[in-house]
């Protein structure tokens, strides 16, 4: 059974720091791209960042990039989303998603293109 479990989500001071993680099993890992997109209340779900099967190849919106790095460890069967300088906009519902992919450098950035996705953790962020 192919599962993706976020965790690391919280509430938080802006300002601060937050790792999310996102275990996957079930499947073979290092062959799927992975990203995390967020959903705030009231809006759709948004691109936060993407990162290919290689780790080599990754992708921000442009409202994190500076701020945020994802990273994967493909022996933990493990994506990462290092969150620095949060802040209130920032709070939302956190998912990790993942698309296999024969090309080792392919990350997707629209959520319609991902079929596997985690149950999502919550990040809040008060300032």
């Known amino acids: 059974q192919v599962q993706l479990v976020e965790s690391g989500g919280g509430l938080v001071q802006a300002g601060g720091s937050l790792r999310l993680s996102c275990a996957a099993s079930?499947?073979?890992?290092?062959?799927?791209?992975m990203v995390w997109f967020r959903q705030a209340p009231g809006r759709e779900r948004d691109l936060v960042a993407a990162?290919?099967?290689?780790?080599?190849?990754?992708a921000y919106s442009d409202s994190v990039k500076g701020r945020f790095t994802i990273s994967r460890d493909n022996a933990k069967n493990t994506v990462y989303l290092q969150m620095n300088s949060l802040k209130a906009e920032d709070t939302a519902v956190y998912y990790c998603?993942?698309?296999?992919?024969?090309?080792?450098?392919?990350?997707?950035?629209?959520?319609?293109?991902?079929?596997?996705w985690g149950q999502g953790t919550q990040v809040t962020v008060y300032s």
């Open positions: 998603a993942a698309k296999f992919s024969t090309d080792s450098t392919y990350y997707g950035v629209v959520a319609r293109n991902y079929d596997l």
């Open positions: 079930g499947l073979t890992f290092s062959r799927y791209a």
């Open positions: 990162i290919s099967r290689s780790g080599l190849n990754t």
